[in-house]
């Protein structure tokens, strides 16, 4: 079955703190893999991409096959990082996780 | 170019009230999709239409009806809404077939049923 986990539903650091959202997913084919991100009362829209192995605000992912995750990493969060994020799957559908709540404290 | 667009973005029901949520895009996109998003639970999949003329269930489908009217919009209908169905309903186009497209969404429509 395809399934995409978020084990944490709230995350709360510190300004200046390195943050590690987890992300595992269970396919057994090749997997396309996303982080979308919904700030409060907007709309949720794409942070990143695993295909494109980039950094979008700080942000970067990296696939692990072996471990089947795909956790979104910063090293020094904001507090306008504060927002909801969803790790997603795509196959012939979405699947989204459950979401992360992030938190950033001043 | 307003992407997608949800209609309406509020409504509240009596339990056993029906309604449809509308959804429109003017991207051009083949994919459409309906979530449901709830504390805690993430974004769970309605329904979806991978392309126009075809509909399937997703994750939580009971209680709901779908209808891909044409390449433009997808309404998701309640025939007989239940507290249950109280949540943020969240429409979302993609491209289709092509790798790594991204899910375009709308803004939104929050549904209470009391």
């Known amino acids: 079955a395809q399934r995409v986990t978020q084990p944490e539903k709230l995350l709360s650091v510190f300004k200046g703190a390195p943050v590690e959202l987890k992300c595992n997913y269970s396919?057994?084919?090749?997997?396309?893999l996303f982080w979308y991100v919904q700030y409060s009362r907007q709309r949720l829209q794409l942070l990143l991409r695993h295909i494109s192995r980039e950094s979008i605000k700080g942000f970067t992912a990296d696939l692990n096959k072996g471990e089947t995750s795909f956790h979104l990493k910063k090293p020094f969060a904001q507090e306008e990082d504060s927002a909801m994020y969803y790790c997603?799957?795509?196959?012939?559908?979405?699947?989204f996780g459950t979401g992360t709540r992030l938190k950033v404290l001043a | 170019n307003a992407g997608v667009t949800q209609t309406p973005k509020f409504q509240v029901l009596k339990t056993g009230q029906s309604m449809t949520l509308q959804c429109a895009q003017d991207m051009n996109h083949n994919s459409m999709y309906w979530y449901r998003q709830d504390p805690g639970m993430g974004l769970r999949l309605i329904y979806y239409s991978a392309s126009e003329g075809t509909t399937d269930k997703g994750e939580v489908p009971n209680g709901y009806n779908v209808s891909r009217l044409n390449k433009r919009e997808f309404s998701l209908r309640l025939e007989s809404a239940a507290p249950s169905q109280t949540s943020v309903y969240f429409c979302a186009t993609t491209t289709g077939a092509a790798q790594n497209t991204e899910a375009f969404f709308g803004q939104g429509t929050r549904l209470t049923v009391v």
């Open positions: 997603a799957l795509r196959t012939y559908k979405y699947i």
């Open positions: 396919y057994s084919g090749s997997p396309e």
